[in-house]
Every structure is written in C-alpha cells, then in structure tokens.
C-alpha cells in the first residue's frame, strides 16, 4: 500500500491538481463554507492558472499522492524562512481511512530533514475538527488562531498549527 509521490512539473499534471482540487473541494468543505465560497477559492486558488502561477513564480512545490498508478490526492508545500509551509493537502473521499495521510506526512518530515528545516507548518480551518484531529494525533499543535480577508467579501477562519521536525546537528 505505499503511495508515489509525483512531483507537478507539466501542463498535465497541473491540470490533474485542478480537477481533483475541483472534486475534492466541492466533496468536502460543503459542511464548512459555502458552496459560493468553494467555487471562489477554487478559481482563486486551485484553478490551473492560479497553481502555475504558484509554480513558477511563488516557490510552491505541488505533488500528485498516486496509489497503483491513479492519483488519490495531492499536495502543496513552500519553504518559508526556515521551515515548511503546508499550503494544501487532500486526499479523495473514497481513499480516505487508508493510511494515506501518514505516508504523505512522513514523505514531508523526510523533506523537512532532507532541507534542514526546523518545522512544518499549515493553516486549518477551524471547524474541520477531522483534519485537526489527524493533525494533533500526528504531532501537531495549534499556536495562533487566523482570519485571512481573501476578498470578494470571503474570510479563512484558520488554525495554524506546526510540528517541530528534529534537526540534525552539524557534525564537529
């Protein structure tokens, strides 16, 4: 059951991103926000131009979660002044409760040791208690509260949580 990590390089593979975030998105947060909320971070955010923008011109990396070929979820992550900012994580309804999560969390921590980077760290809302839980259980803790105006009269009412990631020291 081990997952492939397909680092988001080309036209395709952008496109792949945006129609699961598309899915996902639509699948999902409908309990959280609303449906017009959805659709406008989806065209802000996640929409094909907006994650090639974030590409080439942000330092975002994105990469496909693949199980047997077919793509299950993807991810987006920076690096941010010493650490690693998990901007975006999803994994399909119908691949959720596989231990997926696990694998992707631990592919990060092995970045984040790769990078020498002192923590990971994300943005929650905070009424998506199923993802805070996963988090928390994963070693994460919540440090601040957030509310992000993102315009069109829309607000994120986010967690940022972080796990500290064991830094190797320098050898003497």
């Known amino acids: 059951m081990s997952l492939m ?3 988001v390089n080309t036209a395709e593979e952008i496109a792949e991103v945006a129609r699961l975030a598309a899915d996902i998105w ?7 926000i609303t449906l ?9 955010f996640q929409a094909v131009p907006a994650i090639s923008d974030q590409i080439d011109h942000q330092g975002y990396e994105y990469y496909l979660i693949q199980h047997d070929g077919s793509s299950v979820g993807y ?6 002044e010493g650490k690693l900012f998990l901007s975006k994580f999803y ?3 119908e691949h959720r409760g596989r231990n ?3 694998q992707a969390l631990a592919f990060l921590e092995q970045l984040c040791k790769d990078r020498n980077l002192s923590h990971i760290w994300l943005t929650v809302n905070r009424h998506n208690e199923s993802s805070i839980a996963i988090y928390e259980k ?5 440090v601040r509260e957030q509310i992000a105006d993102i315009g069109n009269g829309f607000v994120m009412d986010d967690f940022i949580m972080e796990k500290e990631m064991q830094v190797s020291e320098p050898l003497n």
């Open 75 to 80: 991810m987006s992550a920076k690096e941010e």
């Open 36 to 44: 017009e909320q959805i659709d406008y971070m989806i065209g802000k």
């Open 100 to 102: 997926y999560a696990s």
């Open 26 to 32: 639509r699948e999902y947060y409908v309990s959280l």
């Open 91 to 93: 994994i399909g309804k």
């Open 5 to 7: 990590f397909q680092h």
């Open 138 to 142: 994963k070693g994460f803790r919540t």
